[in-house]
T-cell receptor
Framework: AQSVTQLDSQVPVFEEAPVELRCNYS??????LFWYVQYPNQGLQLLLK??????LVKGINGFEAEFNKSQTSFHLRKPSVHISDTAEYFC????????????FGKGTMLLVSP | GAGVSQTPSNKVTEKGKYVELRCDPI?????LYWYRQSLGQGPEFLIYFQGTGAADDSGLPNDRFFAVRPEGSVSTLKIQRTERGDSAVYLC???????????FGNGTRLTVT
């Protein structure tokens, strides 16, 4: 069984400041890792994914994440946030057999203020 | 091109009633998924279709929940004898198949009173 832990339910930050959203996972097998963003009243949008290869992956909107196998983490970072980045962010994991059963964390609400 | 479309966007029903939620996937996407997102939680997997057949329905909570995809395109999630605990946002996603990223719809917010 797989599980995802997002320790921070809410992260307040000022505009243009850097941000890190934490994600840890648990799995007995190798995994694929994802970050999704959900803007108010919208569906989930894929930010970035790690399947294999380089542990540093870059996504849309200036976000990046680093896979750390020894710490079973996949933290999301952005060097300078904008007001428009205010949204809920979900970390997810699946097994390499496919994307069929994504297991999501509870989400982290990023609140960017001026 | 159109994304994944879910109707209705909001549904309010009384406890004990039957509801149907519809999902129109992206054209050409053979895989279709249903997830449920309760307040303050991440989405939880319900069922996955590959073509017309349910390849994995292990996430359906009980036999009151059923989903179909008779022609391999549109899917309907059916909930019988609704309970207040069924209140949630029901998300549909589609993809080109295993190994391809999921594209999510905006969801149907179901409220059972």
């Amino acid at each position: 069984a797989q599980s995802v832990t997002q320790l921070d339910s809410q992260v307040p930050v000022f505009e243009e400041a850097p941000v890190e959203l934490r994600c840890n996972y648990s799995s007995s097998v190798s995994v694929y890792l994802f970050w999704y963003v959900q803007y108010p009243n919208q569906g989930l949008q894929l930010l970035l994914k790690y399947l294999s290869g380089s542990t540093l992956v870059k996504g849309i909107n200036g976000f990046e994440a680093e896979f750390n196998k020894s710490q079973t983490s996949f933290h999301l970072r952005k060097p300078s946030v904008h007001i428009s980045d205010t949204a809920e962010y979900f970390c997810a994991v699946s097994d390499p057999a496919g994307y069929s059963t994504l297991t999501f964390g509870k989400g982290t609400m990023l609140l960017v203020s001026p | 091109g159109a994304g994944v479309s879910q109707t209705p966007s909001n549904k309010v029903t009384e406890k004990g009633k039957y509801v149907e939620l519809r999902c129109d996937p992206i054209s050409g996407h053979t895989a279709l998924y249903w997830y449920r997102q309760s307040l303050g939680q991440g989405p939880e997997f319900l069922i996955y279709f590959q073509g017309t057949g349910a390849a994995d329905d292990s996430g359906l909570p009980n036999d009151r929940f059923f989903a179909v995809r008779p022609e391999g395109s549109v899917s309907t999630l059916k909930i019988q004898r609704t309970e207040r605990g069924d209140s949630a946002v029901y998300l549909c996603a589609s993809s080109l198949g295993l190994g391809s990223p999921l594209h999510f719809g905006n969801g149907t917010r179901l409220t059972v009173t």
